[in-house]
């Protein structure tokens, strides 16, 4: 490992250079843990250095953290079968195509969805005029339906928030919505990993922001940086997630844990835990396995 003091020298370097207001890393190994901060909780002088404390929004991290958890807790349960295709559990779904794809296939990006698609730029009235909810998911859901696959499933890999929409989707379909279920998935709940849903309640106190929102007319702290999930009320199944490096490095871990077989997380089969990584569920050109990505 670099020196301690070489990474620290980075990360005031990169908060200097304007990469970000606040960084934190942290690297777990061997039973030891190192953690590093640098930057600051705002523009302002004053802001709160930042530190263990420190809450970030966690993107994409939501994914294996929340919905890939979420999903195989589901199927430890036998509520939900990952080789089921996707539209047994959403008739909704327009293209034809996804009779023949496999739930899995959304943790894998390997369905043919597309990566991406502007949901929130029909929506964005709706959201200034009051606080969003079932009506906006209801519109997302109904333009996710309608969105053609770009390839048949399997035929290759492209990283797709739509596939984890979809996904929450399906998982709400075998139990209740993502809204309600968060707080009691493993490392998540109020002072630890956690989503927050519009409108938040009082100033984001100890939030690392994002950026200054050019659309919104605010810079973004403590509030969900992913316009869709913005729409959606801040709680998506791609999206939304935020935390701190010690209650992130600990959920990550857990999940080594698990897949190495030394403990199960709550609710998920070990052996299943011990499979995200094969082989089995990605594509041949590609990295991603069972909701997680591996080396390449």
């Known amino acids: 490992m670099a020196s301690e003091h070489a990474l620290q020298d980075a990360l005031r370097s990169a908060v200097a250079e304007g990469v970000a207001p606040a960084i934190a890393l942290g690297v777990a190994a061997g039973g030891q843990t190192w953690r590093w901060f640098a930057g600051r909780e705002g523009p302002r002088p004053a802001a709160p250095a930042c530190g263990p404390a420190t809450r970030f929004d966690l993107a994409s991290l939501t994914k294996p953290l929340t919905t890939v958890t979420w999903a195989l807790q589901l199927a430890s349960a036998g509520r939900l079968a990952l080789e089921a295709p996707v539209a047994e559990a959403v008739p909704e779904l327009c293209d034809p195509r996804w009779a023949a794809c496999p739930v899995w296939r959304l943790l894998s990006h390997s369905s043919g969805l597309p ?9 964005r009235g709706a959201v200034r005029a009051g606080p969003a909810g079932d009506a906006a998911r209801a519109a997302v859901r109904r333009m996710l339906a309608r969105t053609p696959l770009e390839a048949d499933p399997g035929a290759r890999e492209r990283y797709s928030d739509l596939g984890f929409l979809l996904l929450e989707w399906v998982c709400e379909r075998a139990d209740r919505p993502l809204s309600r279920v968060w707080p009691d998935l493993p490392g998540h709940g109020a002072d630890r990993l956690h989503f927050r849903p519009l409108p938040t309640e009082g100033p984001a106190v100890g939030y690392a922001p994002t950026e200054a929102c050019p659309w919104r007319g605010r810079l973004l702290t403590g509030e969900v940086h992913d316009d869709n999930t913005w729409v959606l009320g801040g709680v998506a199944g791609h999206a939304g997630l935020f935390g701190t490096l010690p209650t992130t490095l600990a959920a990550s871990t857990a999940w080594l844990s698990a897949v ?36 390449t």
Do not use: C, K, M
Request: hydrophobic share 40%; no cysteine; aromatic share 12%.
């Open 260 to 295: 190495r077989g030394d403990a199960a997380l709550p609710g998920v089969d070990l052996a299943l835990s011990q499979a995200v990584l094969n082989a089995r569920w990605g594509h041949p050109r590609g990295s991603f396995a069972l909701g997680w990505d591996t080396p």
């Open 115 to 123: 990566a991406w698609r502007p949901y929130h730029e029909g929506l």
